[in-house]
């Protein structure tokens, strides 16, 4: 079995998406580590009810792990451990939607390799329009769900993310990743198909 790390936004999604067509056999559940004073995602500010109807919709079962505050990594890695251990079969593979930021991915890879995981990193360095191609053809809506302060005259939370809103960071800004890779923003993904009274 296969774990994705999914945080709810268009990276995870897309580490999914990729993943499935270079494995379409494998079977894959979802871990999403959450905030356990206020219920919501850290970074991309997602509540975990939001979470949960997204693993719902995809049809895949979700492992929650909740963190407190400002959890430091070796507590974070010891949770994830105490998860991994509880499944009723074994762990191969971790999934993870880096895109280009190195010093993270040496990190997982040194982190998980020492506890016996293999990671995948499905969109590692895919080009952007390839990326966006995938996004914004598939039935789903993505939504600004956090911006640093300093970005905030650029970017708003809730605005939707889409090729006009790349195009507008392109154009304004070279201190922004289109793909808000260092953190300047999050997205949250949802799927066309569900009812926003329910996510909301």
Known sequence: MDILFWSGGKDAYLALEFYRQEHPQKQIQLLTTYDQSNETVPHQQIPFPHIQTQANHLGLDLISVPLPAECPNDRYLEKISAQFEQLDEPVENLIFGDWHLQDIRNWRKNAFDEMGYACRFPIWQKDLHELLGVLFLKPIAIEI???????????????????????????LSEDIDPMGENGEFHTKVTFSDLDESILN
């Open 145 to 171: 769900s956090a911006v640093k302060d300093q970005f905030r005259d650029i970017i708003r939370v809730g605005e939707v993310y889409n090729r006009d809103i790349v195009q507008q960071i392109q154009h």
